[in-house]
Nanobody, 124 residues
């Protein structure tokens, strides 16, 4: 089973950028489809972006299209989430998730491996 560790969160002003990283260990990460989810205070966890394991096809929730980019570096066993033009409503804990042989799924229950999360706070 692959283990996931997120990093890169922090406090940023509206309009700023952050790059989140999800580092994997304990498995052949190139065979895992990976997603990013987020949970804001008082809200349910929601899908943000995902990337398939083989084709690299990506999927995004509408609210981040054009601002966020998911990518992967299999040589480094790492998936990234580049977040630009951040808004206060992007404030949340961001989680990385993975599932072996998975496409770019938007469904939380499709993922079997989860990281501990990293806090992103966007001030207005």
């Amino acid at each position: 089973q692959v283990q996931l560790v997120e990093s890169g969160g922090g406090l940023v002003q509206a309009g700023g950028s952050l790059r989140l990283s999800c580092a994997a260990s304990g498995g052949i990460f190139s065979s895992y489809g990976t997603g990013w989810f987020r949970q804001a205070p008082g809200k349910e966890r929601e899908f943000v972006a995902s990337i398939g394991w083989s084709t690299g096809i990506t999927s995004y929730t509408d609210s981040v299209k054009g601002r966020f980019t998911i990518s992967r570096d299999n040589a480094k066993n790492t998936v990234y989430l580049q977040m630009n033009s951040l808004k206060p409503e992007d404030t949340a804990i961001y989680y990385c998730a993975a599932r072996r042989w998975a496409g770019p799924s938007t469904v939380e229950n499709n993922y079997t491996n989860w990281g501990q999360g990293t806090q992103v706070t966007v001030s207005s």
